[in-house]
């Protein structure tokens, strides 16, 4: 038996403990799991309680955004399916950087039913890179239609959570379809703040500068939450004048803006 193979035997009986953190140097040997080292995790997953199994994925979601070397895909694959909402909507946070085209049925289904909140806005936020595939021509069209036309009818839904709407907002926004000014018209002028952020995410998304002049004024906002998303935005749209303005913002009371 392989030395990685080892790694793994050990690390899978450590996670059956709830009282030990496997380290960062331990979860490397879950990387580019084999198919049969991955029915052995998954057996194992399954036995592990919802607080290990919530542990275990944001660990691994920190080491994949951490280091390019390491590839959990299919461990996060296996947690869309997982009973627990935060668990999927991690799962779901994890496959950030793939683009297999496989995951849209999946990520679609989430956002049209999934009964937590949490998974419903991971899965909005999720489809926008495959909204902006498309938009680079990496997409076939009709998958990006279907994807476009999905958010937009969330962003309208009453009956969904702001959290998730807003998601969808920020999502569609990469797409040049009728429809996309509209819904960033209608977010910025909500009464939910975090809805109003959305839109200025979006707006310097969109690669249009109609949005300038809102930008521009939201720099002045008394949101730090609101600033630091117009000064990326303007960044976005690479906005000559807003440099001024920019200038004035390195001196922020906010280290992130």
């Known amino acids: 038996m392989s030395d990685t193979m080892e790694d793994v035997g050990q690390l899978l009986d450590r996670l059956s403990d709830t009282s030990q953190t496997p380290t960062y140097a331990q979860l490397y040997a879950l990387s580019d799991l084999n198919r049969e080292r991955l029915a052995e995790f998954g057996m194992a997953w399954q036995d592990l309680s919802t607080d290990a199994r919530r542990s275990l994925m944001s660990a691994l979601v920190e080491l994949a955004e951490a280091s390019f070397e390491v590839n959990f895909d299919a461990i996060f694959r296996l947690g869309l399916d997982d009973p627990d909402g935060q668990v999927r909507a991690t799962a779901i946070d994890g496959l950030w950087e ?140 690479a906005l000559r004048l807003a440099v001024p303005a920019l200038a004035q913002r390195l001196q922020d009371s906010d280290r992130q803006v």
């Open 98 to 237: 793939s683009d297999d085209t496989s995951l849209v049925g999946p990520f679609l289904a989430g956002l049209r039913a999934d009964p937590s909140v949490q998974v419903r806005a991971a899965a909005a936020k999720g489809l926008g890179r495959y909204v902006l595939a498309g938009e680079l021509e990496q997409l076939e069209q009709p998958i990006q239609l279907r994807i476009t036309t999905d958010l937009l009818n969330t962003i309208y839904l009453a009956s969904e959570s702001i959290e998730v709407r807003r998601r969808a907002v920020e999502s569609v926004s990469y797409a040049c379809t009728p429809g996309v000014t509209d819904a960033l018209e209608m977010a910025y002028h909500d009464p939910d703040e975090t809805m109003r952020i959305s839109a200025v995410v979006g707006m310097g998304r969109t690669c249009d500068t109609r949005w300038q002049d809102i930008l521009l004024d939201e720099l002045g906002s008394d949101s730090h939450a609101m600033r630091y998303q117009a000064a990326w935005a303007c960044g976005e749209l």
